[in-house]
T-cell receptor
Framework: NAGVTQTPKFRILKIGQSMTLQCTQD?????MYWYRQDPGMGLKLIYY???????DKGEVPNGYNVSRSTTEDFPLRLELAAPSQTSVYFC?????????????FGEGSWLTVV | GQSLEQPSEVTAVEGAIVQINCTYQ??????LSWYQQHDGGAPTFLSY??LDGLEETGRFSSFLSRSDSYGYLLLQELQMKDSASYFC??????????WGAGTKLIIKP
């Protein structure tokens, strides 16, 4: 079972460059999320989506953009990368955000901006 | 506002029992989830409490007291592989999980 797949796993960006983190899930989940996790910290929600064509901002959306054209894919776009965006990024999905439902995470993408 | 408190680090001995406490304050509350995260890995779901009381899953148990805005995760018969960070995560009124910094559990032989 593939679950939630993120690419790339590691990436080094120069300040001002742009890139897209890819995320796809094969569980037919409606809800998808992008989190970032700084060292020694918890997860912070960047964007989430409740279904194809619908996205909404989370706690820390500045500097990021998302799209959700299909149920399976939820790419995260970083425009004009800054050192403050150095972090680990996790894509996640769940059937619906009912409390208690498991949120399934991808393996993470380690991004360094230099 | 919303707040979440867990100890930053707990140390225990292999084979022992450890309890990780969590107090929370959220805008609305639907229940408390617990996740485990090994270094370099992704968070994985451990348990969920919607109602007061104890939920047991193998060596792990989770407790909730809604009136005290308090919960804990109990790990029994500790194994070295239990060394990880543990996050309590309450569900708020927007059906979003609230994440704190977690508790790093260090297990010594």
């Amino acid at each position: 079972n593939a679950g939630v797949t993120q690419t790339p796993k590691f990436r080094i960006l120069k300040i001002g460059q742009s890139m897209t983190l890819q995320c796809t899930q094969d569980m037919n989940h409606n809800y998808m999320y992008w989190y970032r996790q700084d060292p020694g910290m918890g997860l912070k929600l960047i964007y989430y989506s409740v279904g194809a064509g619908i996205t909404d901002k989370g706690e820390v959306p500045n500097g990021y953009n998302v799209s959700r054209s299909t149920t399976e894919d939820f790419p995260l776009r970083l425009e004009l990368a800054a050192p403050s965006q150095t972090s680990v990024y996790f894509c996640a999905s769940s059937p619906q955000p009912s409390p208690g439902n498991t949120i399934y995470f991808g393996e993470g993408s380690w991004l360094t901006v230099v | 506002g919303q707040s979440l408190e867990q100890p930053s680090e707990v140390t225990a001995v292999e084979g022992a029992i450890v309890q990780i406490n969590c107090t929370y304050q959220t805008s609305g509350f639907y229940g408390l989830s617990w996740y485990q995260q090994h270094d370099g890995g992704a968070p994985t779901f451990l348990s969920y409490n919607a109602l007061d009381g104890l939920e047991e899953t193998g060596r792990f148990s989770s407790f909730l007291s809604r009136s005290d805005s308090y919960g804990y995760l109990l790990l029994q018969e500790l194994q070295m592989k239990d060394s990880a960070s543990y996050f309590c995560a309450p569900w708020d009124s927007n059906y979003q999980l609230i994440w704190g910094a977690g508790t790093k559990l260090i297990i010594k032989p």
